[in-house]
């Protein structure tokens, strides 16, 4: 009879939760998240995490506007829409804060499969189901996360950034946040029949278990199985348009100092120049492609980018943003300053660390050929048919020379530890014309 009071008095969330709620014991003993107090939780896979959910919290932001416009209550509209911006906004800060120690400013690239698949769950059930069921499914978020970070919070971890994490969602800001969210839900619920609320109860449950999933993605660090694109070489500029290619610091392609010509990526004597990257990742790989200077110029091709830093022109303008990352230098040998100041900074060095073999540059207006191969440790690079350069990162020759060249700036930092193994490919500018065509990848 006591049981059948307490399950009548019982509020819709609670028998929500009651229905997760083996779900969410699995959740506390996930390796993912007992590491993020034990310590034992690889930095690469919280990477991994950070990049997923910076690329999850948009499409959710999306999901909450468009359940915010089906709401039947003006306030429930607003507080969703705030949702969408404030709550949102504060989670994305905590991202970027965090990925800065690690010397990141941008997600890396695409979703894995379980976050493509969890945000399409969300889009889809608040575009097609009603206002409750939409809710429902985009209620295990708010709430196992508040959850977890008061789970998290009794125990503490030693690691900064892990704490960090930890504090966002364990705070009673965040916890009012999602009070409103429950609230919501229990009036929402309340008028509807036994099947209604049986299918929210189905479709909360579905968002439980993709939660779980989610830490399971970071912490297997998933890719899309089987990788078709293996061996097969993929063209990265179509030679009309900029599809694929992104300004350094995340905005649209930086058609002020790019200007695609003659099917070739042409770079612009501008003074607010900005390198440019690639919107796919690449973790092995071989690299193709042909580029043609005028006279003096200096770029240069970067991989194994570790984030982005800015940079001024010498000649003032804009500050822009270049990648941090290993770099085949592209310069005119016989003019460039740069390149006459050391081996080191020549057409197909490692630049600053090792001087190309032999040099078998052509002539000032013509395309050189240029081909990059990185697997594991080893790079190679290629002129013209020629390997130019055969080094392993890993050697201990690379790590002083790494020392040497930036000491211990962030530069260094980045690419000695590498935190970011699928990594952009990034085309310079250095504020010079410049000539890129027939761009070519495939992963190895």
């Known amino acids: 009879m006591l049981a059948s009071l307490i399950l009548l008095a019982a509020s819709f969330t609670d028998e929500l939760w009651l229905a997760s709620k083996p779900i969410y014991d699995q959740t506390l003993t996930h390796p993912f998240v007992e590491g993020l107090v034990n310590g034992k939780l690889p930095r690469e896979s919280f990477l991994f995490y950070l990049d997923q959910d910076a690329s999850y919290l948009h499409v959710y932001g999306e999901a909450l506007k468009k359940l915010a416009r089906k709401s039947p209550k003006a306030d429930w509209r607003k507080t969703l829409e705030a949702h969408a911006t404030d709550a949102l906004a504060t989670e994305q800060q905590l991202h970027s804060s965090i990925l800065k120690t690690y010397r990141l400013t941008n997600p890396a690239g695409r979703m894995?499969?379980?976050?493509?698949?969890?945000?399409n769950h969300l889009l889809a059930t608040v575009e097609r189901g009603t206002f409750a069921e939409g809710?429902?499914?985009?209620?295990?978020?708010?709430?196992?996360?508040?959850?977890?970070?008061?789970?998290?919070?009794k125990k503490g971890s030693k690691d900064a950034d892990y704490q960090q994490w930890i504090n966002q969602y364990a705070a009673t800001d965040y916890?009012?946040?999602?009070?409103?969210?429950?609230?919501?839900?229990?009036?929402?619920?309340?008028?509807?029949?036994?099947?209604?609320?049986?299918?929210?109860?189905?479709?909360?449950?579905?968002?439980a278990r993709y939660e779980y999933m989610f830490w399971d993605m970071a912490w297997r660090r998933e890719q899309w199985p089987p990788d078709q694109t293996k061996g097969v070489w993929i063209s990265l500029f179509d030679g009309k348009t900029s599809n694929g290619w992104r300004n350094t610091n995340g905005d649209v392609f930086p058609a002020s100092s790019w200007r695609?010509?003659?099917?070739?990526?042409?770079?612009?004597?501008?003074?607010d120049f900005q390198d440019i990257i690639t919107e796919d990742t690449f973790e092995d790989f071989e690299l193709k492609l042909e580029w043609k200077a005028t006279v003096a110029a200096n770029s240069g091709i970067k991989y194994l980018v570790q984030g982005f830093r800015t940079r001024r022109s010498s000649v003032g303008g804009t500050p822009?943003?270049?990648?941090?990352?290993?770099?085949?230098?592209?310069?005119?040998?016989?003019?460039?300053?740069?390149?006459?100041s050391d081996p080191k900074h020549a057409l197909g060095a490692l630049y600053g660390l090792v001087a190309a073999k032999r040099k078998v540059a052509r002539p000032i207006g013509e395309f050189n050929e240029v081909r990059?191969?990185?697997?594991?440790?080893?790079?190679?690079?290629?002129l013209n048919?020629?390997?130019?350069?055969?080094?392993?990162?890993?050697s201990a020759e690379v790590k002083e020379l790494l020392k040497v060249r930036t000491g211990n700036s962030d530069d260094a930092r980045a690419l000695v530890d590498r935190p970011r193994k699928e990594c952009p490919i990034s085309l310079q500018h250095h504020g010079d014309v410049g000539w890129f065509r027939n761009v070519m990848i495939r992963r190895l």
């Open 175 to 207: 916890a009012k946040v999602v009070q409103q969210v429950l609230d919501m839900m229990n009036a929402a619920s309340a008028r509807l029949d036994g099947v209604a609320r049986t299918r929210l109860k189905e479709l909360f449950v579905l968002s």
């Open 372 to 382: 990059i191969v990185k697997h594991g440790t080893k790079v190679e690079h290629w």
């Open 260 to 271: 695609i010509e003659d099917g070739c990526l042409k770079t612009l004597k501008a003074e």
């Open 135 to 153: 809710l429902a499914a985009m209620l295990p978020c708010y709430w196992i996360y508040l959850e977890v970070g008061r789970e998290l919070e």
């Open 320 to 340: 822009g943003t270049a990648s941090r990352g290993f770099e085949y230098q592209l310069a005119d040998d016989a003019i460039n300053p740069d390149a006459l």
């Open 385 to 394: 048919g020629v390997k130019v350069v055969d080094v392993d990162l890993e």
């Open 112 to 119: 894995a499969p379980t976050n493509y698949a969890y945000t």
